[in-house]
């Protein structure tokens, strides 16, 4: 399986990059993506992403360590959920231990756990963002005022769990998750250039192929984007794109960086 992954600061933040994305194996046959984006009307909100990525990635060593002990084979939504349970957990933990305020913790998150053999994927959505699965695309919308998961670090983990929205994806070739800062591509200097649409540039991201697929490849897109069209993204933009070999292919792992 390929893993690309870019986290970009966007123009309209000039000090930090507030989104943070992650990717990690959980035993041989699952990994573990997510992107965070952290909330530009909180508090130092790239701290409150990373923080969160950070606990996510300890949630999937955790888990593959207790995979490769116990010889155990969970379902995607198993790994989806006890991960999910031990962000939920720590955040809140650190939370009264660092005496965070509500406000320094807010981040939308939006993560998946994807059986590489089985080509199944489990998607939490807590935020805005995009999904795209085999061509196909899925909006995360929560309109002005997302429903962040540090508003809930006082109830009981199962209340907030069953509330959430779930995603489930079968025969996966082709998977990517992205930041809501994929939608707010704009000029960025006064020069004439080609125009491009929104189905344009989204294929290029997260449609397109070469027949050498760097690790590099979103970065490579990225600055195509801008030297062709004209175009960065105003907001911080994560991407995870995973491509998975057909079953009858075993091409070499690019690594995950």
Known sequence: ???????????????????????????DHHLLIAVLDGCSSGIDSYFAATLM???????????????????????????????????????????????????????TALLAVVDRDQREAELLAAGDGLIACNHQLIHLEQGTA????????????????NQQRYIHLSNVQDLSICTDGIFSFAPY?????????????????????????????????????????GLKPKDDLSIIRLLLPQKQDRPHDLPVI
Not at 2 to 27: M, W
Not at 92 to 104: A, S, V, Y
Request: glycine share 4%.
């Open 146 to 161: 997302p429903d962040y998961l540090a508003y809930h670090l006082d109830e009981a983990f199962q209340d907030w769990f």
């Open 53 to 107: 990525g950070k606990l996510l990635r300890k949630a999937a060593i955790q888990l593959d360590h207790l995979a490769f002990v116990e010889k155990t084979l969970p379902s995607s939504f198993d790994l989806l959920k006890r991960s999910t349970q031990l962000l939920f957990s720590e955040l809140g933990q650190l939370g009264r231990q660092l005496h965070l305020r509500r406000e320094e913790m807010l981040s």
């Open 189 to 229: 200097e006064h020069m004439r250039y080609p125009i491009c649409d929104d189905h344009s540039l989204i294929s290029l991201l997260l449609f397109e192929k070469e027949e050498q697929m760097t690790p590099h490849l979103l970065k490579k897109r990225l600055i195509q984007i801008e030297t062709k069209w």
């Open 1 to 27: 399986m390929n893993v690309f992954k870019l986290s970009q600061r966007g123009e309209a933040h000039p000090n930090h990059n507030q989104d943070y994305a992650i990717s990690h194996t959980i035993g």
